[in-house]
Nanobody
Framework: QVQLVESGGGLVQAWGSLLLSCADS????????LGWFRQAPGKEREFVAG????????YSPDSVEGRFIVSRDNAKNTVFLQMTWLKPEDTGIYYC????????????????WGQGTQVTVSS
């Protein structure tokens, strides 16, 4: 059973940075594409970024491209989301997700979800 655990969320001022991490201490994640979603209050959960098993990455939506970078370390069973130039509209709960392929991530066909970590960006 995969159990994804996020960490690194918190309160940050606008234009600041945060590094989110997601790991599974038990089962290897190297066979999965891993990604990040976020959900702002009153809004639907949206795909933010994803990385295939070998580190190929994709970004969505356009509002985070160039500011958010996803990476993974298969040796540490961990996926990261480096967020820079944060804006108040980036506020939300950030979820880690595992799926068979990056296209699965983008279409929301997720095998495993983390419990989420809160990110709050103050203006």
């Amino acid at each position: 059973q995969v159990q994804l655990v996020e960490s690194g969320g918190g309160l940050v001022q606008a234009w600041g940075s945060l590094l989110l991490s997601c790991a599974d201490s038990g089962r290897t994640l190297s066979n999965y594409s891993l990604g990040w979603f976020r959900q702002a209050p009153g809004k639907e959960r949206e795909f933010v970024a994803g990385a295939s098993w070998n580190g190929e990455t994709t970004y969505s939506p356009d509002s985070v491209e160039g500011r958010f970078i996803v990476s993974r370390d298969n040796a540490k069973n961990t996926v990261f989301l480096q967020m820079t130039w944060l804006k108040p509209e980036d506020t939300g709960i950030y979820y880690c997700a595992a799926a068979p392929h990056v296209r699965s991530l983008r279409s929301g066909r997720i095998d495993y979800w983390g419990q989420g970590t809160q990110v709050t960006v103050s203006s």
